[in-house]
């Protein structure tokens, strides 16, 4: 079906297998998480938010929707509800972008691979991420490090939500200083067991990089004092 015989906005139901995923707009990578819980959603009261195309040749080209496309496909589900766009590739980016920006099924972890994304594969600059993702400067760059730095327990920690932004950092920051591979995942296994402050993180790393039995020889050190005193 031609672009002449469409109408940019228009609603309409095709076949799954008319859709062709597209680099150019993908913003997330598979495995997309959740998709039993999406598919039981939408066997249940349908597909409500249309997958975004547009037309190309006899086909269409996916530009957002890719996580529900995945579902409805994991479902068995032939058709889809789509919305057409008439964009150029950098209007459909952005459209894509617009449309995830404030998704809360989107993990902070696939947030920050998705800022490293457009800086490194879309050669997106630091004033237009922040321009199309309407956050400062100061976010995107934790957002970007986060993306850099983080190890696979922090990432499987953010991916599944036992631990936030605000953990990720402070863990980042003992790794530096040296918390090993065990003691970093004891902090991610104390996060998930309770409700713990960053200020709270902080302290209970800071109880790991000290050094084994210093806490104890300050109390000998007063001990052997008040032994001389009383001599």
Do not use: W
């Not at 409500?48 to 479902?75: D, M, N, Q």
């Not at 950092?169 to 530096?176: F, N, S, T």
């Not at 296994?189 to 109880?207: P, T």
């Amino acid at each position: 079906m031609k672009l002449g015989n469409n109408k940019p906005g228009e609603y309409r139901t095709v076949f799954l297998d008319e859709i062709d995923e597209s680099d150019t707009f993908r913003l997330r990578k598979p495995p997309y998480p959740e998709l039993d819980a999406l598919g039981e959603e939408i066997q249940a009261i349908g597909q409500h938010t249309p997958l975004f195309v547009r037309p190309k040749g006899e086909r269409y080209e996916l530009i957002s929707g890719y996580r529900r496309r995945a579902a409805l496909e994991k479902i068995g589900e032939p058709r889809a509800n789509v919305r057409l766009f008439d964009v150029t590739d950098e209007e459909g980016l952005f459209l894509a972008l617009s449309e995830n920006r404030d998704r809360k099924d989107i993990t902070e972890i696939e947030r920050a691979e998705l800022l490293l994304s457009l800086q490194s594969e879309k050669k997106f600059t630091l004033e237009k991420i922040c321009s199309s993702m309407k956050m400062s400067r100061a976010q995107v760059n934790r957002y970007l490090r986060l993306a850099k730095d983080s190890t696979p327990a922090i990432r499987q920690g953010l991916q599944e939500r036992r631990m936030t932004m605000k953990h990720a950092g402070p863990l980042l920051e003992g790794i530096a200083k040296g918390l090993t591979p065990e003691q970093e995942k004891a902090c991610i296994d104390a996060l998930a067991d309770e409700d713990m402050s960053s200020n709270e993180l902080k302290r209970l790393i800071n109880r790991h990089l000290k050094p084994v039995g210093k806490r104890d020889q300050i109390p000998e050190a007063k001990a052997e004092t008040s032994n001389s005193k009383l001599r």
